[in-house]
């Protein structure tokens, strides 16, 4: 490793959202907003907003805390040498998004200095500028020079990208025409011939199937062997020990651990595992149901015993629910139980309820712990969240906790061939015996 | 290698040229692009832009000549409003393309960077494509009228038709980016803003020449627009009529160019962060 000038030289990075401004879009907001002023109410009231992304959701509640501003990053300083492969791990709103926007300069930091020590390209989206009406030659020089390139370059290369994305043929049709799989595959093609000194690489924006979020690894991995430098910004952690030497563990917008990979991982995941496993339940608002009883607290034992938020699939897990007797309320007999599962998009992908095989629990007054034993855990690897319910039958919600935890199922065997099954597809797992009909 | 510095604070009046001429190629794919693009996917393709002016033109002629009777300082009615329609369409169309340039590319510009004012510019020259189909349908209609002995005399004054034109471009320019950079702000400006460029065309003397204007204070007004001057200035090169105020152009180039020069900094200044407030 060099000791020379590092490719990227980060210090005393900070960035800051006003707050305040937020919601008044329009004239006619903004006209609102004083007449509340003047009439001595607070326009805050008003102009309520929910966020879409992590980095939102912090600034809304910083703003309905009655801060003036948000910090996404404050103070992150941090070099990284050429040719060296560089995670960035921390949970969601950790500020890992605003640290790649303000390297890639869609946006300006409020303070500090980026230094950047040769070509910077990002694998952020694939595709950005493609235009479906133009050809997919045409939307080569498009989205090649938006993302730096020279016409020169792209006519040397062009030879090479059209290869890679094996759409030779199609190469003067409307890229409209193209099938979703054509159409990231030429992206992706124009994305990796870039040939940057430095690239960047968000793993949780990466857009299409899982064959492609590989493909994208794997052109890191190519540019990392090639001397060059990646900066790689992920919830795998697998795929960052896998491929960084180094990790920077970001936390409330600041740097909490950097060092040697498997270091800060371990303790980033001990810590997250522990955060997860209180998941303070307890303090949850956003509930629904009669609240005749309580949901408090839920984690999952493996077969040892052990506690553990990220599952493999086809092993055997023991959920507990820990419900607490609402005051007043004597005992409830007959209360099933319910654990779901979300995906990504909010769909339920997998349901358990004990009303299902008429196993109905007592309530006690006080606490009850009710297990639920899952053999052969059938989902696909992803994330999702856990949706917790207690309820009377078909006839009544006593307690319904909606992405109550976050779990990660990553590895495990369920077939026994070391098949995955198609998780892009289908986030369930079935196995099934094939033969000829005889 | 190349060395990038990102820093907060950099004035904002320290506009990156050389950068944009480093993304050269990607201008001239932007305006390749939305040319191809529009051509490609109706069905009249270019054939648009000849219609439009020349429906516009044949209203104008029947509802502000044959009815209203505007007077049009001997010019046939068809030439007169068709000048001025050529060179409006020019001027809003880079306005509008301006205008959007941030709000309407969000979904790229909050995934990419590159040089924001790559996008107006890009609508300078791709207007200026439109603009030439407009002026070749001009020419043609001008020649028929000309050569069929209506009293129009072009005159040494056509000379200045390409600064018209690039004054033309660069006040769209420079509206468009003030407007760009205040929807940021205000959304709802989107939606004043078609209304307010007609009111404009109205304050514009298309439809009526600038001398029917004779009250001191209506005139002042009229040639502070700096549409005015343009529009008068390529009449008269081609007709001999109408008023070549030599003043007023300067005045109209003054506001044109502290139009430009606000815009570009306002621009450059609300494109660095404006990915953060949408």
């Known amino acids: 490793m060099q000791s020379s000038t590092p490719a990227i030289s980060i210090k005393n990075l900070s960035k800051c959202y006003k707050l305040g401004t937020i919601g008044r879009h329009t004239l006619v907001d903004e006209a609102q907003y004083w007449w509340h002023k003047i009439r001595g109410r607070d326009p805050r009231e008003y102009f309520g907003k929910i966020g879409h992304t992590a980095t939102e959701k912090r600034k809304a509640e910083a703003e309905r805390e009655g801060n003036p501003e948000f910090w996404a990053l404050r103070d992150v300083s941090f070099d990284v040498q050429p040719g060296e492969v560089i995670g960035i791990i921390g949970r969601n709103g950790a500020g890992k998004s605003t640290l790649l926007k303000l390297l890639t300069r869609i946006t300006e930091p409020t303070s500090g200095e980026i230094v950047l020590d040769g070509r910077v390209a990002s694998l952020l989206e694939v595709g950005t500028g493609f235009h479906p009406e133009l050809t997919g030659r045409e939307n080569i020089?498009?989205?090649?020079?938006?993302?730096?390139?020279?016409?020169?370059?792209?006519?040397?290369?062009?030879d090479e990208i059209v290869s890679f994305s094996e759409i030779e043929k199609f190469i003067d049709t409307p890229v409209k025409r193209y099938s979703s799989g054509m159409y990231v595959r030429l992206a992706f093609a124009?994305?990796?011939?870039?040939?940057?000194?430095?690239?960047?690489?968000?793993?949780?924006?990466a857009v299409g199937d899982a064959a492609f979020q590989k493909k994208c690894v794997g052109k890191m991995g190519d540019v990392a062997r090639?001397?060059?430098?990646?900066?790689?910004v992920s919830h795998n952690m697998a795929a960052v020990e896998n491929l960084c030497g180094r990790a920077i563990w970001l936390e409330g917008g600041q740097v909490r651990?950097?060092?040697?990979?498997?270091?800060?991982?371990?303790?980033?995941?001990?810590?997250?595992?522990?955060a997860a496993r209180c998941a303070t339940l307890r303090e949850r608002r956003d509930r629904q149901g009669s609240g005749r009883a309580r949901l408090v607290d839920f984690y999952?034992?493996?077969?040892?015993?052990?506690?553990?938020?990220?599952?493999?699939?086809?092993?055997?897990?023991?959920?507990?629910?820990?419900c607490e007797l609402g005051a007043g309320e004597n005992v409830l007999p007959n209360v099933s139980a319910g654990i779901s599962l979300f995906d990504a998009r909010g769909e339920i992908i997998w349901l358990v309820n004990s009303h299902f095989t008429h196993e109905t629990q007592r309530l006690a007054p006080g606490l009850t712990e009710l297990e639920c034993r899952v053999p052969d855990f059938n989902v696909a690897e992803g994330t999702y969240w856990a949706g917790l319910a207690l309820g009377i039958g078909t006839t009544e919600v006593i307690d319904f906790v909606a992405n109550a935890v976050e779990i990660a199922v990553e590895g495990g065997d369920y077939f026994g061939t070391g098949s995955k099954g198609a998780p892009m597809l289908c986030k369930t797992l079935t196995r099934a015996s094939w033969r000829t009909a005889p | 290698m190349r060395k990038t510095i990102i820093q907060s604070g950099s004035p904002w009046w320290r506009i990156d040229f050389r950068e944009i001429w480093e993304y050269r190629d990607l201008l001239v794919l932007l305006v390749k692009r939305d040319l191809t693009a529009i051509y490609k996917q109706t069905v009249l393709g270019p054939l648009w832009f000849v219609i439009q002016p020349l429906v516009t033109t044949v209203v104008f002629t029947i509802i502000f000549g044959a009815v209203a009777n505007i007077p049009t300082e001997g010019v046939p009615h068809f030439v007169f409003y068709m000048s001025g329609i050529v060179f409006w369409n020019y001027f809003q169309g880079v306005l509008n393309h301006g205008a959007g340039a941030l709000a309407a590319n969000t979904n790229v510009l909050s995934k990419v960077y590159f040089p924001r004012l790559i996008i107006p510019l890009s609508g300078v020259l791709i207007q200026f494509a439109h603009l030439a189909l407009n002026f070749i349908l001009f020419l043609g209609f001008y020649g028929w009228f000309f050569f069929r002995g209506s009293e129009m005399s072009p005159n040494a004054w056509l000379f200045l038709l390409p600064a018209l034109i690039l004054q033309c471009g660069l006040m769209g320019l420079g509206f468009g980016l003030w407007v760009s950079a205040l929807t940021i702000q205000y959304r709802d400006l989107r939606f004043a803003l078609p209304f307010l460029i007609q009111l404009w065309m109205y304050a514009t003397p298309i439809v009526y020449p600038a001398s029917l204007v004779v009250r001191p204070s209506l005139k002042l007004?009229?040639?502070?627009?700096?549409?005015?001057?343009?529009?008068?200035?390529?009449?008269?090169?081609?007709?001999?009529?109408?008023?070549?105020d030599l003043s007023g152009l300067g005045l109209s180039w003054a506001v044109t160019l502290v139009v430009l020069l606000s815009g570009l900094?306002?621009?450059?200044?609300?494109?660095?962060?404006?990915?953060?407030?949408?």
């Not at chain 1, 020089?141 to 062009?158: H, P, Q």
């Not at chain 2, 627009?225 to 200035?233: G, H, K, R």
């Open chain 1, 190 to 205: 124009v994305a990796a011939h870039l040939e940057p000194e430095i690239l960047l690489v968000d793993e949780v924006l």
């Open chain 1, 226 to 232: 090639q001397g060059r430098t990646v900066l790689f």
């Open chain 1, 300 to 322: 999952i034992l493996d077969e040892e015993g052990r506690r553990q938020n990220r599952l493999r699939s086809g092993d055997t897990y023991r959920f507990r629910l820990v």
């Open chain 1, 257 to 274: 651990m950097a060092g040697e990979t498997g270091d800060v991982v371990e303790k980033y995941l001990g810590e997250s595992q522990a």
């Open chain 2, 265 to 278: 900094f306002l621009f450059n200044k609300v494109q660095k962060t404006f990915v953060d407030t949408i």
């Open chain 1, 141 to 158: 020089y498009m989205n090649g020079t938006i993302l730096g390139m020279k016409k020169r370059e792209i006519d040397g290369k062009f």
């Open chain 2, 221 to 244: 007004l009229l040639w502070s627009n700096p549409m005015t001057a343009v529009v008068e200035f390529s009449r008269y090169g081609f007709t001999g009529q109408g008023t070549a």
